[in-house]
Nanobody, 124 residues
């Protein structure tokens, strides 16, 4: 019904930047809040950031001041600008979309659609 296609992952040195994008297609009218989760090996899935259709943002404490989430509703695209990257940011990053108008939870249980994931590796 909805497909999320991510791009922008890669390898970057600590202190560098990457920008992720995720474009939704299909019945996008049903989607409200979108965001990014990440999962590192051996760790819990973590909500990185989310943004409502109205532009209200939420960030994990670990990325505040370094990452910026934004969206372009006309393009059905959500972005994650990642600056001052740390080794600890290394993970598979997943785009997420939900029917919900609310901020996404840490567990991701209300997520209705997931992207395929894109690897972000930060070297030190």
């Amino acid at each position: 019904q909805v497909q999320l296609v991510e791009s922008g992952g890669g390898l970057v040195q600590a202190g560098g930047s990457l920008s992720l994008s995720c474009t939704a297609s299909g019945t996008v009218f049903s989607i409200n809040t979108m965001g990014w989760y990440r999962r590192a090996p051996g760790k819990q899935r973590e909500l990185v950031a989310c943004i409502t259709r109205d532009g209200i943002t939420t960030y994990a404490d670990s990325v505040k001041g370094r990452f910026t989430i934004s969206r372009d509703n006309a393009k059905n695209t959500v972005y994650l600008q990642m600056n001052s990257l740390k080794f600890e940011d290394t993970a598979v990053y997943y785009c997420a979309a939900a029917y919900s108008l609310r901020a996404l939870s840490a567990s991701g249980t209300i997520v209705d659609y997931w992207g395929q994931g894109t690897q972000v590796t930060v070297s030190s």
